[in-house]
């Protein structure tokens, strides 16, 4: 088993208990917008991300950035779970867990995402076109576009629903074409 299945195996369990703590509490939504502010802290800043992830660091010095950082920043259950997840030395898979939490929090929501790659940004008219097909063909009651700009690509745009991958691209028509030339 690979470290990266061990990390998931972990982090599960942690994304589901945080899910059950919101949907009891009937704070799902406070709850996502709280864990999508973590999530950008961490994107934005190197240092807090180095900061937890450092194993000399000690578990009280990291309770006491966090509560002193997220006090009323975050709600108490949200506070509570970072400060669990320090004390048994999980908190270097936060990341992992929150994405793990978003995944589980979409599917009880019957929200699908969908990571679009195009060479140019698509206008709003074409994002809901490309809403309402993937809709059809996921059946799902929501969809939520990730879009990156691939400059790369010459034409087309190829999107990914899970494991699932549409490439509409022109290089991927190209390459299509190629194989199917090569087997003839």
């Given at each position: 088993?690979?470290?990266?299945?061990?990390?998931?195996?972990?982090?599960?369990?942690?994304?589901?208990?945080?899910?059950?703590?919101?949907?009891?509490?009937?704070?799902?939504?406070?709850?996502?917008?709280?864990?999508s502010s973590i999530?950008?802290?961490?994107?934005?800043?190197?240092?807090?991300?180095?900061?937890?992830?450092?194993?000399?660091?000690?578990?009280?010095?990291?309770?006491?950035?966090?509560?002193?950082?997220?006090?009323?920043?975050?709600?108490?259950?949200?506070?509570?779970?970072?400060?669990?997840?320090?004390?048994?030395?999980?908190?270097?898979?936060?990341?992992?867990?929150?994405?793990?939490?978003?995944?589980?929090?979409?599917?009880?929501?019957?929200?699908?995402?969908?990571?679009?790659?195009?060479?140019?940004?698509?206008?709003?008219?074409?994002?809901?076109?490309?809403?309402?097909?993937?809709?059809?063909?996921?059946?799902?009651?929501?969809?939520?576009?990730?879009?990156?700009?691939?400059?790369?690509?010459?034409?087309?745009?190829?999107?990914?629903?899970?494991?699932?991958?549409?490439?509409?691209?022109?290089?991927?028509?190209?390459?299509?074409?190629?194989?199917?030339?090569?087997?003839?």
């Amino acid at each position: 088993m690979s470290s990266q299945d061990a990390n998931d195996k972990i982090a599960l369990p942690y994304a589901e208990a945080l899910l059950e703590c919101a949907h009891k509490n009937n704070i799902v939504d406070d709850m996502n917008n709280d864990v999508s502010s973590i999530q950008s802290l961490l994107a934005e800043s190197t240092d807090f991300r180095v900061f937890l992830n450092n194993p000399l660091t000690g578990i009280e010095a990291k309770k006491s950035v966090i509560s002193k950082l997220l006090l009323n920043q975050v709600n108490s259950f949200l506070l509570k779970f970072l400060l669990v997840l320090v004390k048994r030395r999980r908190i270097n898979l936060i990341n992992l867990i929150i994405d793990k939490y978003f995944d589980l929090a979409y599917k009880l929501d019957s929200i699908t995402i969908v990571t679009v790659s195009t060479s140019v940004a698509l206008t709003e008219a074409q994002q809901e076109a490309l809403i309402n097909k993937l809709k059809d063909m996921t059946s799902s009651q929501t969809v939520k576009l990730e879009m990156n700009i691939n400059t790369s690509l010459l034409g087309g745009f190829i999107i990914q629903i899970g494991s699932k991958v549409i490439d509409t691209s022109l290089a991927g028509k190209l390459k299509n074409m190629a194989f199917y030339l090569s087997n003839k």
